[in-house]
């Protein structure tokens, strides 16, 4: 589950199957002005229902640390996207795919506009508290 709002400023999503016990899923994004942070979803298939599943989900978070500038500057998205690659490059190579990556650079909101063509994806929306 990627937690989309109109504070979210994403980079890339990166999602891949792992030979149909599993996926992985992959998010370079920021909340407003904080720093660029990667997070990594290995997800392993219990059940077969899209939400409220039993699956086994696992979360790793990459954040970029330093100087203020730095931490949402286009160096710290580069550093990110190569450990993308790597985390991602493992599990191809252990015969996982195909990769599917969705360049957002772009709002919440364009990434669920661009994540709503993803045959892979399914997307949830939760209204706010005290809304119809």
């Given at each position: 589950?990627?937690?989309?709002?109109e504070s979210a400023v994403v980079h890339t999503i990166w999602f891949l199957p792992l030979g149909g016990a599993g996926d992985l899923l992959v998010t370079l994004a920021r909340r407003g002005?904080?720093?660029?942070?990667?997070?990594?979803r290995q997800r392993i298939y219990r059940d077969?229902?899209?939400f409220d599943s039993t699956d086994d989900k696992s979360w790793?978070?990459?954040e970029a640390r330093g100087e203020e500038d730095y931490k949402r500057?286009?160096?710290?998205?580069?550093?990110?996207?190569?450990?993308?690659?790597?985390i991602i490059g493992l599990a191809v190579g252990r015969g996982a795919g195909p990769l599917y990556t969705v360049p957002v650079h772009g709002s919440?909101?364009?990434?669920?506009?661009?994540?709503?063509?993803?045959p892979w994806c399914h997307i949830k929306t939760l209204g706010k508290a005290g809304s119809a």
């Open positions: 589950m990627i937690d989309l709002d002005d904080g720093p660029w942070r990667l997070e990594v077969s229902h899209v790793m978070t990459f500057s286009h160096v710290a998205v580069e550093m990110l996207a190569r450990q993308a690659e790597e919440g909101l364009d990434a669920m506009e661009a994540l709503s063509r993803q």
